[in-house]
């Protein structure tokens, strides 16, 4: 299948840079670049590419602010932030925004391919120093989880519970729906009921609360991970 993109920065030469590396991918079809936040708006709705490819500084408005009301659109686009600064507000912004991936500029062309096909396929890919600082961060809370300070997690299924657990360790919807062979329409059915139960509105803030609760231990390999990478 391939993949529709849509690149957004505001210097010319990063645009046609990425245009040009991603021209040569056959999987990726870059469909339009822009420097304007609201005119990536109405691409998207005319376009409607897979995947957005933004900075946060764009003319009109922010990346940020685009993202926010890309999130809004029926159906959103994923959305891939490439940015200069890794921040942990910046960090923390971009995530609660809705994007999916978020990378360096110091990433390799590599990196950019691979978080454009994650972030079509529905999972996360974040730049390693970022994801080193949360699984550092998660590892430095207090051990102070337990049913009493999330009693919604209790109200989950059995299967609710799995497949919250493997979207948290990063599996797609079709990788989930492969694994329990069970449909991609059931696995959405487990995820919605799921958000509706815990309170969160997207895939972040699933993310976010499978790891406070103690669904997923934040340091070392669950099973499902040992399995998959055996």
């Known amino acids: 299948m391939t993949i529709r993109a849509l690149?957004?920065?505001?210097?010319?030469?990063v645009r046609d840079g990425m245009r040009t590396l991603l021209d040569a991918v056959p999987d990726i079809d870059v469909i339009e670049t822009t420097d304007n936040g609201?005119?990536?708006?109405?691409?998207?709705r005319t376009a409607r590419p897979d995947v957005v490819v933004t900075d946060l500084n764009l003319r009109v408005i922010s990346g940020l602010e685009m993202i926010r009301r890309l999130g809004k659109e029926d159906?959103?686009?994923?959305?891939?932030v490439f940015t200069a600064s890794d921040a942990d507000k910046t960090?923390?912004?971009?995530?609660?925004?809705?994007?999916?991936c978020l990378l360096g500029k110091d990433a390799?062309?590599?990196d950019l391919v691979a978080a454009i096909r994650a972030a079509a396929a529905g999972r996360a890919m974040l730049a390693p120093n970022v994801a080193q600082r949360l699984v550092t961060w998660f590892r430095e809370q207090p051990d102070t989880t337990s049913s009493t300070q999330y009693p919604e997690v209790a109200e989950l299924t059995p299967r609710e519970r799995e497949v919250t657990q493997?979207?948290?360790r990063g599996m797609s919807t079709e990788d989930v729906a492969r694994e329990l062979i069970i449909g991609v329409a059931t696995v959405r059915t487990h995820l919605y009921r799921v958000r509706t139960k815990l309170g969160v509105r997207d895939r972040a803030q699933l993310v976010s609360l499978a790891y406070r609760s103690g669904l997923i231990p934040p340091a070392g390999r669950g099973p499902d991970l040992e399995k998959r990478a055996s």
């Open 7 to 13: 690149i957004c920065d505001e210097l010319p030469v």
């Open 38 to 44: 609201m005119e990536a708006i109405m691409l998207v």
């Open 75 to 80: 159906p959103p686009p994923h959305v891939v």
């Open 91 to 100: 960090v923390s912004d971009v995530l609660h925004a809705g994007a999916s």
């Open 108 to 110: 390799s062309p590599q």
């Open 166 to 168: 493997m979207v948290a």
